[in-house]
C-alpha cells in the first residue's frame, strides 16, 4: 500500500487525527515514535529550521522537496507536505506536485496566496483572484489524476484578505473540483469554524498555532465541530527552541543542563541499535 492508499485509509476511518508537524527527519521520527499515524512538513518550520529565516516565501521548492525527502525517508507513517503556492505558474504547480509524490509525501498542501507567500498567522498576507485560485487547484488535481500517486489538500487564505464568505465559497469550489482535503486558514472564532465545517464537504484540517487568530479548541469539540484533521504546525519547534534556551542559559551560567534526554535515547531515535544489529550481521557473513 502506498502512503497515499494510507492517508486515504485513515481519512476514511471515524474520528479526528492529530497532526503534530515535523520540520526535519529527527522530529518526524519521533511523532511515529511517539505513535501517531500522520505527521505534516511545516513550511514555516522547515524555514526556520533549514534556513533560520521566516516562512516569507524565501525558501525554495528544491529546498523543501530535499527536506521532504528526508523526512519521508525516514518514517514510515504518511507524511502531508507543505507545498505553498506551487512555485509559480500552474505548469510549476504540476512539476510540484509531482516532485513531491517521488519525494515519498502521501499528500501535497497548495494554497491561493500571491507569492511571495507568508504564514497564514501572520499580517500582511494577499491571495489571487478567484479564477487564478481555481486554475493552481486545478493543476494540482491534474498532476495527481495523470498519474501522482499523492493526495491534494487545497487551501484558502481568504479569510483574512477577502472576508469570512469568499473563503467559504473557494473552498466549496476546491472541494466539488475533487480536492481531498480542504482546509481554510485562520478562521477567527468557533463560530466561523463550525460554519466551515457544516458548509464544506469532505475531510477539513484545522490549523492550531500557539498565539495563533483561530482559538486552540479542545481535540473532543474539534472532532464534534466536523474537523478530521487537528495539525499542530509550531508546538514541538517551540518546545525545542525553550528546550536550547533553558539549555544555553545554564551553560552560560556555568552550570550543566538538567532534565536532559538520555544518550542511549538519542543513539535509540537516530536507529543505531538497527545499524549495529546489521553490520554484526554482515561481519558474521
Known sequence: MSQAQRL??????????VMPCCFDALSAKMVERAGFPLTFMSGFAVSVARLGMPDTGLISYGEMRDQGHSICDAVSIPVIGDGDTGYGNPLNVKRTVQGYAKAGFACIMIEDQMAPKRCGHTRGKHTVSRDEAVTRVRAALDARDEGADILVLARTDARATDGLEE???RAKIFREMGADIT???APHDKDE??????EVEGPKMANLVEQGDTPLLPREELEEIGFKLAAYPLTLQLAA????????????????PQHLASFTELQAV????????AEKAYAEG
Do not use: N
Open 8 to 17: 486515504r485509509q485513515l481519512l476514511a476511518e471515524p474520528g479526528l487525527i
Open 167 to 169: 473563503a467559504l465559497a
Open 193 to 198: 469554524m463550525r460554519r466551515y465545517c457544516e
Open 241 to 256: 527552541l525553550q528546550g536550547m534556551a533553558e539549555a544555553l542559559t545554564a551553560m552560560k551560567a556555568g552550570h550543566h
Open 183 to 185: 482546509f481554510l486558514e
Open 270 to 277: 537516530a536507529g543505531f541499535p538497527e545499524y549495529f544489529e
